[in-house]
């Protein structure tokens, strides 16, 4: 499995899962139907739809542990770099967050 190198030459660790997703789709030649039809082929779970791997894509959702696997056995990217990547969004998110308890003006 190959590492995925953004035009800026820092690791896809440093990317969140979105873009990794991406970048190794589009380095497939996938369009995100192909992809969505390709992961519900291989894991056997046809609930997966274009729809969500554009939610995948843009940080609105991040994929689980279950898909991730998929991912990485499709898109032919290591399972540690959609790991590191999915943290990355998740910290991400974290950090967008309201923070509770906090007084509004």
Do not use: C, F
Request: hydrophobic letters at 35%.
């Amino acid at each position: 499995m190959q590492t995925i190198v953004p035009r800026n030459g820092s690791a896809a660790t440093d990317a969140h899962v979105g873009a990794v997703i991406r970048r190794a789709r589009s380095r497939l030649g996938y369009s995100q139907y192909g992809i969505a039809d390709e992961l519900a082929r291989v894991s056997g779970n046809g609930s997966l739809t274009r729809d969500e791997v554009a939610r995948w894509e843009r940080g609105k959702r991040i994929p689980g542990p279950y898909w991730r696997q998929w991912i990485s056995e499709v898109l032919e990217v290591r399972s540690s770099e959609l790991e590191a990547a999915a943290r990355q969004a998740r910290r991400a998110r974290a950090a967008r967050a309201p923070r509770s308890g906090r007084a509004r003006p």
